[in-house]
């Protein structure tokens, strides 16, 4: 071969609002992927199951208390503690479908006052996705939806400010896509917009750095 580019998985981040449908969207995308022959693995932050995650996981459900600027560096050391896992994996062909990433991270703390650059920094250096998947859904409307499991951040006023902070972050690279749709249009939507990235990985395109 000609250069030195290595075929690889992709990583593919969904992000959204609270009842934005990332969840049992990021699985029927696993399952298409899968279904077509790819290796994938399903990822989530935050991930509950390491010490950090527990504390995050405690802090969410109200048992435990901390200060804005510790929860969100707890929030990015959990990403750190999963990043040379997430890398071996990519590099032995493996795709990930990460459901919320950095852009959570940056989101959810900025929408409490930190400033946006303080937030991102720490993030610095993470693999940056191949594509981020935006489940669009109106604040009122996923909140009408239910199901607000009465953690932390689940409420309607916070909700509004994330989405306004999200927006701040999307750019061109980003593929937002209408979360109000019937709930197999979205997945059709999510199975296009993920195809050519997913083939460019497997051709070798280079491994990329936040923030990009
Ligand atoms: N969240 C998630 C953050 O505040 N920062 C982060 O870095 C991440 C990954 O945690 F309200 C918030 C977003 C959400 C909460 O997420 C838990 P799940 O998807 O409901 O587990």
Request: charged share 25%.
């Amino acid at each position: 071969r000609a250069s030195s580019s290595e075929s690889r998985g992709a990583l593919i981040v969904l992000e959204g609002l609270d009842r934005s449908g990332k969840t049992s969207q990021s699985s029927r995308l696993l399952s298409y992927l899968a279904g077509l022959g790819h290796s994938t693995e399903l990822w989530r932050f935050p991930d509950r199951s390491t010490s950090v995650g527990q504390m995050i996981s405690a802090y969410l459900s109200n048992k435990s208390h901390l200060d804005d600027r510790t929860i969100h560096l707890l929030f990015s050391a959990n990403r750190w503690e999963k990043r040379s896992l997430m890398e071996t994996q990519l590099k032995n062909g493996t795709t990930l479908v990460v459901d919320r990433y950095s852009y959570s991270g940056v989101a959810f703390s900025s929408a409490k006052g930190l400033d946006i650059e303080w937030c991102k920094a720490p993030e610095v250096g993470l693999l940056a996705p191949d594509i981020v998947l935006y489940l669009d859904i109106p604040p009122e409307k996923a909140a009408e939806r239910g199901g607000y499991g009465g953690e932390r951040y689940e409420q309607l006023e916070f909700q509004k400010k994330v989405a306004k902070c999200y927006q701040a972050l999307c750019d061109s690279s980003w593929k937002v896509i209408d979360a109000c749709q019937p709930i197999e249009d979205i997945e059709k939507q999510l199975q296009d917009a993920v195809l050519d990235h997913v083939m460019a990985c497997e051709r070798g395109r280079p491994l990329s750095y936040l923030w990009p």
